[in-house]
């Protein structure tokens, strides 16, 4: 069964202390790798997505990369605003599951000031 | 604002009764999604429609839940005899069928509270 793990669970940060965030997969046929950012009460907002190891993509303060078994968020110089729960997800290409995500728990992320 | 729409965004209904959200895609999406998430957890995969086809469902979905996306535009999501377990955020997601690897983008959801 395809099993995605995120570590930590929860992270606490002061404003500018930059750290990463892990996602750790066990899956068969990975078709996409993708990060979400989640505020309370709201809808995941997508933020990358990676597709085979090696693979590195960078908006403003983060970096997501990908190798065959992990990826990394990392958060450089975090601000407050970045407080937020990171989802990641996958896509296998298995028989019947060729087109929804599997999550994980999410890091709840918190940039203290 | 060309996001996923989702109404209502939130919704209190006594055990038994029914309920039924609708999940407005992004317009030239073909691809929609109806997701689940309780309280810690990540989104959980309910249904699949590609157009007004449903072509997936996830063990999650019993009897009790239908879907359907009439001429594959919007969608509706209906739990009948709502249990407490139901109490939960009901995600819409869309993406376009151009090729197998493509992100989803997620509406506000819908937060179900079974009293």
């Not at chain 2, 999650?60 to 001429?71: G, I």
């Not at chain 2, 151009?98 to 179900?112: D, I, M, P, S, V």
Request: proline share 4%; net charge neutral; charged share 25%.
């Amino acid at each position: 069964e395809d099993q995605v793990t995120q570590s930590p669970e929860a992270l606490r940060l002061q404003e500018g202390e930059s750290s990463s965030l892990n996602c750790s997969y066990t899956v068969s046929g990975l078709r996409g790798l993708f990060w979400y950012r989640q505020d309370p009460g709201k809808g995941p907002e997508f933020l990358f997505t990676l597709y085979s190891a090696g693979e590195e993509k960078e908006k403003e303060r983060l970096k997501a990369t990908l190798t065959k078994k992990e990826s990394f968020l990392h958060i450089t110089a975090p601000k407050p605003e970045d407080s937020a729960t990171y989802l990641c997800a996958v896509r296998v290409a298995s028989s019947g599951s060729a087109r929804q995500l599997t999550f994980g728990s999410g890091t709840q992320l918190t940039v203290l000031p | 604002d060309t996001g996923v729409s989702q109404d209502p965004r939130h919704k209190i209904t006594k055990r038994g009764q029914n309920v039924t959200f609708r999940c407005d895609p992004i317009s030239e999406h073909n691809r929609l999604y109806w997701y689940r998430q309780t309280l810690g957890q990540g989104p959980e995969f309910l249904t699949y429609f590609q157009n007004e086809a449903q072509l997936e469902k996830s063990r999650l979905l019993s009897d009790r839940f239908s879907a359907e996306r009439p001429k594959g535009s919007f969608s509706t999501l209906e739990i009948q005899r709502t249990e407490q377990g139901d109490s939960a955020m009901y995600l819409c997601a869309s993406s376009l069928g151009t090729r197998l690897n493509t992100e989803a983008f997620f509406g506000q959801g819908t937060r179900l509270t079974v009293v």
